[in-house]
């Protein structure tokens, strides 16, 4: 079991920045991809960005340009640095890591992300 903590959220100003953490626990080897999903009120979850254990990241068209994904290996942490945030970016971000030949899922709890314009 990989268990999944989030922290970062909040509530900011259109045009501030925020910085989502994940950090993963348990039985962590062989997690092949981690990144971010995010849930809007009324709307399905979407893909906000994820990145490869190689370092290969991938970007929703919505937010290239304004989020970056990285990734601490040594720390089993993924971050989400959004800049330039607008009120359509708030939604509940969650933390997903794919693991072993499977593929398993394992998703953390959420934070929401507030966006005022």
């Known amino acids: 079991q990989v268990q999944l903590v989030e922290s970062g959220g909040g509530l900011v100003q259109a045009g501030g920045s925020l910085r989502l953490s994940c950090e993963a626990s348990g039985r962590i080897s062989s997690i092949n991809v981690m990144g971010w999903y995010r849930q809007a009120p009324g709307k399905q979850r979407e893909l906000v960005a994820d990145m490869l254990l190689g370092g290969r990241s991938t970007y929703a068209d919505s937010v290239k340009g304004r989020f970056t994904i990285s990734r601490d290996n040594a720390k089993n942490t993924v971050y989400l640095q959004m800049n330039s945030l607008k009120p359509e970016d708030t939604a509940v971000y969650t933390c997903?890591?794919?693991?072993?030949?499977?593929?398993?899922?394992?998703w953390g709890r959420g934070t929401q992300v507030t966006v005022s314009s």
């Open positions: 997903n890591a794919n693991q072993g030949p499977f593929h398993t899922q394992y």
